[in-house]
């Protein structure tokens, strides 16, 4: 038997208020999404003018970055042409992110969920996503 370690709807509105909160310090409303350690969304918030178009890469940063534990940027290097993971883009239905801003949720050395950003640059949301990883870890003393 398994004993799994997941996020819960208050570890969620952490990260959501952590990465919501750099948005607006930048001037970039984003989507953020936030899973659980299989990958299955547990909160997702579309700031007022954050893009409609990335609501679905948002949740599928946070997707990518919980069930296969690593952030989506190191896809994004792993994944060009002659690198070993050229074409993984388009596996699981197109839905593996190889573009920055989704980052696993790790606490203790396991992966317990997934925070995805989209609507600014690959960059920004990766800044966004970073500071709401930031805010969830600071509140459990890590």
Not at 51 to 61: G, P, Q, Y
Request: aromatic letters at 4%; hydrophobic letters at 40%; a negative charge.
């Amino acid at each position: 038997m398994l004993t799994i370690k997941r996020l819960d709807q208050a570890d969620a509105q952490l990260l959501v208020v952590g990465a919501r909160d750099e948005a607006r310090a930048i001037g970039v409303p984003m989507c953020i999404a936030i899973t659980d350690e299989s990958g299955q969304l547990i909160a997702f918030e579309r700031m007022d003018g954050g893009k409609v178009t990335s609501t679905t890469i948002a949740i599928d940063k946070a997707f990518t970055a919980a069930a296969a534990r690593k952030a989506t940027h190191e896809y994004g290097e792993s994944s060009q042409p002659g690198k070993p993971a050229f074409g993984i883009h388009s596996a699981i239905g197109g839905r593996l992110m190889v573009v920055g801003g989704g980052l696993p949720v790790i606490v203790d050395g396991d992966v317990v969920g997934g925070i995805g950003l989209s609507s600014g640059t690959p960059a920004q949301d990766l800044q966004c996503a970073e500071a709401g990883l930031k805010h969830f870890l600071s509140t459990l003393g890590k």
